[in-house]
């Protein structure tokens, strides 16, 4: 597609399609809005996306995306230091805190257990959870991986793991999708929701 | 023609793909490995839910595509997942065993009904818990490469058919070999590994149940050796499998290096 146009119109169309989402046409329409909008606005991006890549790292206690050696959630000294929620990826840290439930702090594996793709224990940032235990202040770690397989597989491995250290470990429940109909929920959703079924109190 | 059709299939992996999609490979029972598209699979109020997740046994309606087809339903015939995904051991190894399935059906659409219910059993094997897991793995390892044309010898020699018992195993040659076939720097398993692997590969339970544990790795590390020679790669999953059982979490050395360091 790119090879039709020449020089920097062809480089950028070529960068534009190689990232997540953007085929070919996608990124020759980006390519030629750019060409039509005004200097500031593109210098603007083009600023944006150095400044992302300069500023941006990973925190030291946490590994979820901050400005500075810590994120705002670890220096946040107001937060509940006795309990840690373990997440995939920096967005799980996002929605998590959009419910407001959680005062706690985090920690970011950086994906889930996955042998196809080569992805083990080691290579997940599952020592780092562990160096954070050791201090004996955290009393309760809550695992909040993806309800899927290789989640549910990651949340075993960490609760097998962490069994012997004498923290309580407990897993998000799963169940039924609020504004759902109970006769499309699948086996293992509605098994689950039965195991996990709540006493109502008058 | 239609172009809808309806199989049962064993879901082999899944790939993310755009905002809430995921492509699904499966296993079908009439048509060999299918790569199709679940749409919006990953939103939570998906009607699929949890359906097309590894190592669940479907039913499922599809639609043919121009590269990929499209799910359009899928409803459950067998929830191995929800018992494999608890444990953590169990896990690993139900996916060296759905990428090695994926390895051995790789041409799209060629039936591979054998290899279909093979692997649909050793996962009902597997989530029941019917016999230990690193057995199940071996067995089905082992039964999949016989049924792909790659049938291992354990009694005779497997260069000149010479009537066994042999004390040598080598990978190139085939399985076990005879004094006279020999290569050098050949295996020399225990008299016990090659009944334990003869009893694997003819789903002899009552036999392979009895085993003891060191027979058991040494005959994990030769069914690794013979599976990724005659593979030609390196299974990535393989070195995940985690065969320490439930109770403990060390890390036991692979088998597949342990042998090929000794042999090399």
Redesign the interface.
Known sequence: MSAAYEGAVADLIAELGRLPGVGPKSAQRIAFHILSTDSDDVARLADALIQVKARVRFCAICGNVAESEQCRICADPRRNDTQICVVEEPRDVVAIERTREFRGRYHVLGGAINPIDGVGPDDLRIRELMTRLASGVVTEVIIATDPNVEGEATAAYLSRLLGSMGVAVTRLASGLPVGGDLEYADEITLGRAFEGRVRLDA | MSRTYRDEAVVL??HDL??ADRIVTLLTRGSGQVRAVAKGVRR??S?????L???GVVDVQLHLGRSLDVVTQAD?LA?H??S?????SL??TA??M??TAARLTEVEREPATQQYLLLAGALRALAERAHAATLVLDSYLLRALAVAGWAPSFAECARCSRPGPHRAFSAPMGGAVCGGCRPPGAAAPAEETFALLGALLAGDWAVADRSDDRHRRESSGLVAVYLQWHLERQL??L???DRTG?AR?DRTLDPAVAIIGRTA
């Not at chain 2, 009607?47 to 359906?51: I, P, Q």
């Open positions: 992996r899944t755009g905002e939570t109020s009607k699929f839910g949890a359906r997740e590894p190592f459950t929830p997942g929800r494999i995904m608890a444990d953590y896990f690993t996916t060296a759905v990428e990535r999953s070195r995940h499998v439930a979490v």
